[in-house]
Structure formats: C-alpha cells, structure tokens
C-alpha cells in the first residue's frame, strides 16, 4: 500500500540516542507515512530497539545489512524500498519536531516542489544546550540565483540531507543517489540535487535537532581533509554527467575554492600539515581553467576578500594557511574594536 512520506532512517550503534530519535518519529501530528529503518550492521543494542518499536508500530519496516558500507548506501537501501511519494531522511542520533513531516509535507505537496528545506537547532551533546544557530534566512535563499546555493557551504544548512523533503519521482528520474566511496556523500546528494531542480523552497521553520560532538560520531573520526580532492573531482563528474559543466564552471570552481580556504584558515594544521594540503591543490588546480574562471561574483564580502586573498597566494605559492589565518584574527578584531560587547 502507498503512503505519503518515507521516512528513512540510517542506524548504526546509536543505542543512547535512538529512543528519542524513534519517539520524535512516532508522535508525529502527521500519520499517514512509514518508517524505513536501516541497521547498518550495528554491534550495540540499536537492533533490539527497533524490533522493540516496531512490534507496536506496523509502520516501521527494518532492513538489517550484512554488511557495513556507510550511511550513504544505508539510505541507498532505504531508497529503494520506498513507498511514499516523498522522502524525507532523519539521522539516528537527531530528533524532530512533532509537526515536522506536516509542515514539510504541506510545503513540497501544495506547491509542487521537488525539495523543500527547513531549518534546524544545534544540541551540544556535551553542554547539553540547544542553540539558534546563526543562517541565512530562507528569504534571503529563495530569492539569490541557483548558483549561489551551491557555495553556500558555511552560511546555511544547504548542504545537509536532513530538514528536508524530496519528491522520490524526482531522485529518481534524476537517478540522484548517495555515492559508497567518498567521505561527503551528503555535499554530493546535495550539490546533484540542486543542480537538477528549479523548484526548491526554502523555510525558517526550525523542526529538526541536530545533535553535535557526539563522540564516535562519523562526523568526529572523519578526519582526513584528502578526502576533500575526492569531493572535488566527483562534483566535476556531476556537472559533466548533467551536461552543465561549462554553465557552472566559473560557480565550481568558487566552490572548491571556498572549502579549501576555509579549512585552512580554520582548521588546527600543523604548519607542514597545511603547507602539504595547500601545495596539494595547486598542484591538482592552480591550471590555465582555473585561472580563466576564477571569479568573485556573487559572493558576500566575506567571501570576496578569501577568495582574493586565496587566488593571490595560489599566484606567488605562498600558504595561504598563514595569511588566511592573519586576516581573520585581525578581523575578528577590528570587530571587536569596532563593536565592543
């Protein structure tokens, strides 16, 4: 029998976290949607969790893998099985709000989208606080140009799978799934997702929680910034399997730039640490292309001044790890100087 929604959840040893996942799910004021579970080899008591809930809720259906490949093709399973006329994917260690699939449903199915995105808190799993987290209004999304979305990754929850909605006509006549070999499987769902629509909404309704510092989370044991390079190169099969390769090459490579400079200026290197990372991508992008294309439109100020400063140091092989890391303490500064608390 059809239903409306699936909701598909991945799971893999998340026992303490999983009650509150599953009860958010249960008590939702929305009902006509199922539960697609997929236990991803867990070794904790994740499995008896959910036959336990599923007992009392017909609407659960469980796939248990025989073997552990990740949450990219834990969803792939839960893809494959669905019924509902909409997707929507929730972590197991988040919860949401009770009036979640309403409001999402509502959205995507009265104005026939193909994705709708709402917004989300941010619960410190150590603090045990629950934060607003600082973003770019959905006023301000639904009305810049598609292209600005895709290097959106720091301003906003564009790039998470989560908070939102996606009609499964859509995934699939767009054959969008999530990619088994690399770390970013959720920028890439994305990224392809939004290449591939022209009707996308988004909304500040904050109806999902999700939990960060999570120990042993796949977000905290990550930590090999390579992967990046495997990122790079499969978004640009993306656009060259779309056919849209020449239209958004100028928005790519401001992409790569973006997320490259970022982790540099921000993340904890040692200085031959980020001396490697940096000559890395010279090596692999600093090219005539890049050069050609490299542009500063439509960016935020921000933005802009990284970019420049990014795009100068690729220029004369100078690690942009030092300079990034100058300016931003001076700005943050200035700021200060400027605004005092």
């Given at each position: 029998m059809?239903?409306?929604?699936?909701?598909?959840?991945?799971?893999?040893?998340?026992?303490?976290?999983?009650?509150?996942?599953?009860?958010?799910?249960?008590?939702?004021?929305?009902?006509?949607?199922?539960i697609?579970?997929?236990?991803?080899?867990?070794?904790?008591?994740?499995?008896?969790?959910?036959?336990?809930?599923a007992?009392?809720?017909?609407?659960?259906?469980?796939?248990?893998?025989?073997?552990?490949?990740?949450?990219g093709?834990?969803?792939?399973?839960?893809?494959?099985i669905?019924?509902?006329?909409?997707?929507t994917?929730?972590?197991?260690?988040?919860?949401?709000?009770?009036?979640?699939?309403?409001l999402?449903?509502?959205?995507?199915?009265?104005?026939?989208?193909?994705?709708?995105?709402?917004?989300?808190?941010?619960?410190?799993?150590?603090?045990?606080?629950?934060?607003?987290?600082?973003?770019?209004?959905?006023?301000f999304?639904?009305?810049?140009?598609?292209?600005?979305?895709?290097?959106?990754d720091?301003?906003?929850?564009?790039?998470?799978?989560?908070?939102?909605?996606?009609?499964?006509?859509?995934?699939?006549?767009n054959?969008?799934?999530?990619?088994?070999?690399n770390?970013?499987?959720?920028?890439?769902?994305?990224?392809?997702?939004?290449?591939?629509?022209?009707?996308?909404?988004?909304?500040?309704?904050?109806?999902?929680?999700?939990?960060?510092n999570?120990?042993?989370?796949?977000?905290?044991?990550?930590?090999?910034?390579?992967?990046?390079?495997?990122?790079?190169?499969?978004?640009?099969?993306?656009?060259?399997?779309?056919?849209?390769?020449?239209?958004y090459?100028?928005?790519?490579?401001?992409?790569?730039?973006?997320?490259?400079?970022?982790?540099?200026?921000?993340?904890?290197?040692?200085?031959?640490?980020?001396?490697?990372?940096?000559?890395?991508?010279?090596?692999?992008?600093?090219?005539?292309?890049?050069?050609?294309?490299?542009?500063?439109?439509?960016?935020?100020?921000?933005?802009?001044?990284?970019?420049i400063?990014f795009?100068?140091?690729l220029?004369?092989?100078?690690n942009?790890?030092v300079?990034?890391?100058?300016?931003?303490?001076?700005?943050?500064?200035?700021?200060?100087?400027?605004?005092?608390?």
């Amino acid at each position: 029998m059809n239903v409306k929604v699936s909701v598909i959840i991945p799971v893999y040893n998340v026992e303490n976290y999983l009650r509150q996942c599953l009860d958010s799910i249960v008590g939702q004021t929305f009902k006509d949607f199922e539960i697609i579970v997929v236990n991803d080899c867990s070794t904790d008591n994740s499995c008896s969790i959910l036959e336990e809930y599923a007992k009392k809720d017909d609407r659960f259906i469980i796939i248990n893998l025989s073997e552990n490949k990740g949450q990219g093709n834990a969803r792939n399973q839960g893809l494959n099985i669905a019924k509902g006329k909409y997707i929507t994917f929730i972590d197991s260690d988040d919860w949401v709000a009770p009036d979640y699939i309403e409001l999402l449903y509502n959205e995507i199915n009265e104005n026939n989208l193909d994705v709708v995105c709402a917004s989300a808190f941010l619960y410190d799993n150590i603090t045990k606080k629950i934060t607003d987290r600082k973003e770019a209004s959905a006023d301000f999304l639904n009305n810049i140009k598609k292209e600005r979305l895709l290097v959106l990754d720091k301003d906003s929850f564009v790039v998470t799978v989560w908070a939102k909605i996606y009609g499964k006509n859509f995934l699939n006549d767009n054959e969008i799934r999530f990619r088994l070999d690399n770390y970013h499987e959720d920028n890439l769902f994305i990224f392809e997702t939004i290449i591939n629509t022209n009707k996308i909404k988004f909304t500040d309704n904050k109806i999902y929680f999700y939990r960060n510092n999570r120990a042993n989370s796949s977000m905290s044991i990550i930590n090999k910034e390579f992967t990046y390079f495997s990122l790079f190169s499969e978004l640009k099969k993306i656009l060259i399997k779309c056919g849209k390769y020449e239209q958004y090459k100028k928005v790519y490579y401001q992409y790569i730039s973006i997320i490259t400079s970022t982790r540099l200026e921000f993340l904890n290197l040692k200085f031959s640490e980020s001396a490697l990372y940096f000559d890395k991508f010279r090596k692999l992008y600093y090219t005539k292309e890049f050069v050609k294309n490299f542009s500063v439109k439509n960016m935020g100020i921000n933005f802009k001044v990284r970019l420049i400063l990014f795009y100068m140091c690729l220029k004369f092989n100078i690690n942009y790890a030092v300079v990034g890391k100058f300016c931003s303490f001076s700005l943050r500064n200035a700021i200060k100087i400027l605004h005092p608390q």
